[in-house]
């Protein structure tokens, strides 16, 4: 599998900005070889929440076809980060992915909104877990944004379903580093799988976010991890190993789901 993650600083309430940076990152620092590229959370308008009833998508009526672009002019499956997305007069916090041919695989709102930044306030919360999808090369992955990194309740649905990859897109605060990386690398670990997360970087005003994006093997080694700056990671690894570790340390085997409370 060939990953390439995309770091970056969100431009704060602006939708052209960030897409005309999208777009350059696509332009000028894709690897021909890369099969997957990541993008981090709420790409679009960033933490401007109080603009969001003016700025949100609506629908994925404009965050989509832009993907779906890029995803077919550069023959790649794009896990798209999320957006702030309007529907139904409400504003959620919306992951998705598109594939190499622009069809939509996936889609998830995001389940446990972020007191710290007072997301409860402006967005509705998800009611529905985060499902196992299959990209183009029949991989089967799941996406799951940020603050739900923190209950690892929600990746050991898919990684149960069979999922491989879990990939994990964020605005982690700087001030929290720390628990971005230990509980990406428990994730792991305790899932027997690969996470590959992209989170913002850069200043908005209101919060330094970390950067540190990362790609951590089923063993809970970090195989590459970026700075703070704006940056990509390529990495190319063997799925096999996710098999090899559910194995050796069969976790799912042992799962007494009958006895947990």
Not at 15 to 33: A, G, H, S, T
Not at 41 to 66: H, T, V
Not at 152 to 178: C, M, N, S
Request: charged residues 25%; negative net charge.
């Amino acid at each position: 599998m060939k990953i390439q993650v995309f770091q970056f600083c969100v431009e704060y309430g602006d939708v052209e900005k960030n897409e005309q940076k999208i777009k350059n990152w696509f332009d000028e620092e894709l690897k021909p070889e890369t099969e997957v590229v990541v993008l981090p959370e709420m790409w679009n308008n960033g933490y401007a929440l109080n603009q969001l009833i003016d700025k949100a998508d609506k629908e994925l009526s404009r965050s989509f076809p832009f993907i779906q672009g890029l995803a077919q002019k550069h023959n790649v499956d794009i896990v798209a980060g999320s957006v702030s997305n309007s529907r139904n007069g409400k504003i959620y916090n919306t992951a998705f992915t598109v594939s190499s041919e622009g069809h939509r695989i996936s889609k998830y709102d995001k389940v446990h909104l972020v007191p710290m930044l007072n997301e409860p306030k402006y967005l509705e919360d998800g009611k529905a877990v985060p499902e196992a999808f299959t990209l183009s090369s029949g991989v089967s992955v799941t996406q799951i944004i940020c603050y739900d990194l923190r209950f690892p309740e929600l990746l050991r649905y898919p990684a149960r379903k069979g999922a491989q990859i879990g990939f994990y897109v964020a605005q982690w605060p700087t001030v929290r580093l720390d628990h971005w990386r230990t509980l990406l690398q428990a994730r792991a670990i305790e899932n027997d799988m690969f996470i590959v997360a992209c989170n913002g970087t850069g200043n908005d005003g209101h919060t330094d976010y970390a950067g540190h994006s990362m790609v951590i093997n089923p063993n809970g080694e970090i195989l590459a991890e970026l700075g703070h700056e704006e940056d990509s990671i390529y990495v190319e690894f063997d799925l096999s190993e996710v098999a090899t570790q559910r194995e050796t340390i069969p976790v799912f085997e042992n799962l007494k789901l009958e006895m947990y409370k």
